[in-house]
């Protein structure tokens, strides 16, 4: 990444309400095109929270989030998709009556993507798919289903992907290869937003990584910096370890 | 051959040239005209159903407003009758985008919604107040339109229209969009699919051919009450038949319709009793072994099934 790349993505104060639960308050931070980014933080920090809100599920409640300069907060999710921003769920949600080929198709013939599309010949031999093409996406079992989900996301050519815990229950030789195939979508220019509790994972794979704590950034910066950091010791460990 | 082609020569044209023969050859029209009429309803549940899973158990309410969307046309306008059916089938359209705001609903909720929407719908109509429009309780009589021959052939258009529409669907990727919708609306708009504009045309579709078949039902019968238009049957044999041969297929509502209402007038006249102790077992039956409807007898082994 090129530092003084203009950031893809700039979210600004953002404030997500449920009833009087502060899921987002006043969370602010930004990513480069080609940048990967790790948004890591306790459980009920946030962080999916703010995938949701960024991929058009829950429209903020105030601040700002603005991609490619638009303002884009409270966009349907289906305009964001044609937009360029794309996400996979924490919990894969592949269309489990559709054959693997057609849950790719969907996104293929509606995604709208900008350049041309990936094939789907190439979506199912980099994702390892090709042997189930033909089955319906409920035989898959989870980590298929997770990369059927990102074939999905991938199929509409985002310029921002948004990876909700895609890491979460892979094996070792898989993560090896799902870490070197994000390194490589952002070699491309995708910016790329990576929610994961793996701190091994992350390390691997982020430029920079952003911690949340009750809905806010309390650091910014590499990884291994944050580590020693009072606050985010506090979060993740609680207070009589940061001394 | 591509497969749309193929579903058009191999399912919908024998089936419409079976029924535009089966005249010649059998004497009881009304029951050819009947197996008609479900065909059409059994397939505008599929397309709500089968493809966005939406289970519409006011289903008929589209087709006793086309019927009474025919009469008014007939009584007040003195129109031909085929420019009163089309009037039934927009009738349907219309009642459709008023009951839109129900898609929000879903599941169980959105069945009993529409049907009490389908009940609202009736007591409109028959009311007594409205007499001067809709005659209210006491029925309609369009002797002046009255024919038989052209309504069946009519009936049978329709009946081609929607089987084609449900080809499309089959072979389309706005079909398997629909589908994307009926299994995670979410994650189809993560596709790019706009899910409620999606929605909206499957809701609007079935209720067109609804509208349309009881437009010509109206033209068919030429003297009915309210309650035979709005009559429960109609939603319920619809649905039983659709789910019987198995939704989100071309084949599987001609199944049911051709299997079950079959059935019900070889032993269904003559022997009520039986009908209904077969009939409640064959649907037991179902719903406990083949949940996707007899197709899924092939679909399991691996079969293709259009």
């Known amino acids: 990444m090129s530092p003084d790349a203009r950031p893809v993505l700039n979210v600004s104060k953002l404030v997500k309400r449920f009833g009087g639960f502060h899921a987002l308050d006043g969370l602010s931070f930004h990513v480069a095109p080609g940048e990967i980014l790790g948004l890591v933080g306790p459980n009920g920090s946030g962080k999916t929270t703010a995938i949701n809100v960024i991929s058009g599920l829950y429209a903020p409640d105030g601040g700002e989030v603005s991609f490619d300069g638009g303002s884009i907060g409270g966009l349907a999710s289906h305009k964001l998709v044609h937009g360029g921003i794309n996400r996979t769920f924490q919990v894969p949600k592949p269309f489990l009556s559709l054959t693997v080929r057609q849950n790719i198709q969907v996104a293929l013939a509606y995604g709208r993507a900008r350049s041309a599309p990936p094939s789907m010949a190439e979506l199912l031999d980099e994702y390892r798919l090709r042997e189930v093409a033909e089955r319906p996406a409920a035989d898959l079992n989870?980590?298929?289903?997770?990369?059927?989900?990102?074939?999905?996301?991938?199929?509409?050519?985002?310029?921002?992907?948004?990876?909700?815990?895609?890491?979460?229950?892979?094996?070792?030789?898989?993560?090896?290869?799902?870490?070197?195939?994000?390194?490589?979508?952002?070699?491309?220019?995708?910016?790329?937003?990576?929610?994961?509790?793996?701190?091994?994972?992350?390390?691997q794979i982020t430029d920079r990584v952003?911690?949340?704590?009750?809905?806010?950034?309390?650091?910014?910066?590499?990884?291994?910096?944050?580590?020693?950091?009072?606050?985010?010791?506090?979060?993740?460990?609680?207070?009589?370890?940061?001394? | 051959m591509p497969d749309a082609l193929k579903h058009t020569v191999f399912v919908l044209a024998p089936l419409v040239v079976l029924f535009a023969v089966a005249p010649g050859v059998y004497q009881n029209h009304l029951l050819l005209f009947n197996f008609v009429i479900f065909l059409i309803l059994a397939q505008g549940v599929n397309i709500i159903y089968g493809f966005t899973g939406y289970l519409p158990f006011g289903y008929v309410g589209f087709f006793g407003a086309g019927a009474y969307g025919f009469a008014v046309m007939v009584m007040h306008l003195q129109t031909p009758a085929i420019v009163a059916v089309l009037a039934g089938g927009l009738v349907g359209v219309l009642l459709g985008l008023l009951l839109t705001p129900l898609l929000r609903l879903s599941g169980a909720y959105f069945a009993i919604a529409n049907l009490a929407a389908s009940l609202a719908v009736l007591h409109l109509i028959a009311n007594p107040a409205l007499e001067g429009i809709t005659k209210g309780p006491y029925g309609v009589s369009l002797t002046g339109t009255f024919n038989p021959t052209d309504a069946y052939y009519a009936a049978l258009a329709v009946l081609a229209l929607t089987v084609g529409g449900v080809v499309y669907l089959k072979n389309s990727a706005f079909?398997?969009?629909?589908?994307?919708?009926?299994?995670?609306?979410?994650?189809?708009?993560?596709a790019g699919v706009n899910v409620v504009k999606?929605?909206?045309?499957?809701?609007?579709?079935?209720?067109?051919?609804?509208?349309?078949a009881g437009g010509i039902y109206a033209w068919y019968v030429s003297v009915f009450y309210p309650d035979n238009v709005f009559s429960g049957e109609f939603s319920i044999f619809a649905i039983v038949f659709a789910l019987f041969g198995g939704v989100a297929t071309i084949a599987g509502p001609i199944l049911g319709v051709l299997i079950l209402y079959g059935i019900y007038n070889l032993i269904g006249f003559t022997t009520p009793q039986y009908f209904q102790l077969i009939y409640g077992l064959l649907i037991m039956g179902l719903v406990l072994f083949l949940p996707a409807g007899l197709v899924s007898l092939a679909t399991r082994r691996g079969w293709h099934v259009p």
């Open chain 2, 175 to 190: 079909g398997l969009a629909l589908q994307a919708v009926r299994e995670d609306a979410v994650s189809a708009s993560m």
């Open chain 2, 198 to 212: 999606m929605r909206m045309i499957a809701w609007l579709a079935s209720a067109l051919v609804a509208g349309l």
């Open chain 1, 142 to 203: 989870s980590a298929q289903q997770k990369m059927l989900d990102l074939t999905r996301a991938l199929a509409t050519r985002p310029r921002l992907l948004l990876l909700d815990e895609l890491a979460a229950g892979l094996n070792p030789a898989e993560l090896d290869w799902i870490a070197g195939r994000i390194k490589a979508l952002a070699a491309t220019g995708m910016a790329i937003i990576v929610v994961e509790h793996l701190m091994g994972f992350i390390e």
């Open chain 1, 210 to 243: 952003i911690v949340l704590n009750a809905g806010k950034e309390i650091f910014e910066g590499k990884l291994a910096a944050a580590v020693r950091q009072r606050e985010v010791i506090e979060v993740f460990l609680g207070g009589e370890h940061a001394a």
